[in-house]
């Protein structure tokens, strides 16, 4: 086994303890953590399977033991705790899938590059930061997206969906609308594409 597949089975095997359940379509409930991870690595190989082992690893874990961060949950067990904050979360998954990495033979430029990944702190002209982010997006809008549009009211929806997909580069926009044919997905692509930035329309990463 390689030390990517290594990794990416202990992330697994940890986000299959997150006690939150998300629905699938056809099958049982999955616990939230680890669907998400392989709904990522999943749609990493469709869009960008040129990807390296530090995009695999932090798509696959970028939300390793969020569940012990989750608000609802966190103040169940200590009512009378602070409320964890994201930053929290990211610090902690950040940390321990960098240990997890170093115990499985990753250097430590590659552990820092996933933990700066995570914080949000990578060197932006790598282009690995922005592929996590239309990676997140693409799962977005593959997974969530239509959930999302039943919940919410239409007034709200542009907002919600330029929030969602306003990080995406254009490449993957360009992506999310061959891969979705719902109108107001659609719409809202088309209407982010021609405002994005000229950084959102040149990814050097995915060339």
Known sequence: MSMLDEVLEIIDQINAQDPRMTATVGAAAVPSDLIYGLRMSLVCDRFAPMADDCVKIA????????????????????????????????????????????????DDQACNTVR??????????DGRLQLLEDLNGLVFVQFHAQQAI???????????????????????????WQVT??????????????????????VYYLD
């Not at 700066?116 to 002209?125: E, P, R, Y």
């Not at 039943?150 to 999310?176: G, I, T, W």
């Not at 109108?183 to 959102?200: A, E, F, H, M, V």
């Open 116 to 125: 700066n990944l995570l914080l949000g702190s990578q060197d932006a002209s």
């Open 150 to 176: 039943a919940k919410f009211d239409k007034a709200n929806l542009p907002q919600l969906l330029r929030n969602a997909l306003s990080k995406m580069s254009d490449e993957a926009l360009s992506f999310a």
């Open 59 to 106: 798509a696959r874990g970028q939300y390793l033991e969020s569940w012990l961060f989750d608000e609802t949950l966190a103040s169940a067990e200590s009512p009378s705790s602070p409320a964890p904050t994201d930053e929290q979360q990211r610090a902690h998954s950040a940390d321990k899938l960098a240990k997890i990495m170093a115990a499985n033979g990753y």
């Open 181 to 202: 044919d719902d109108p107001i997905i659609t719409g809202s692509i088309q209407s982010i594409r021609k405002n994005l930035s000229p950084q959102k329309k040149s």
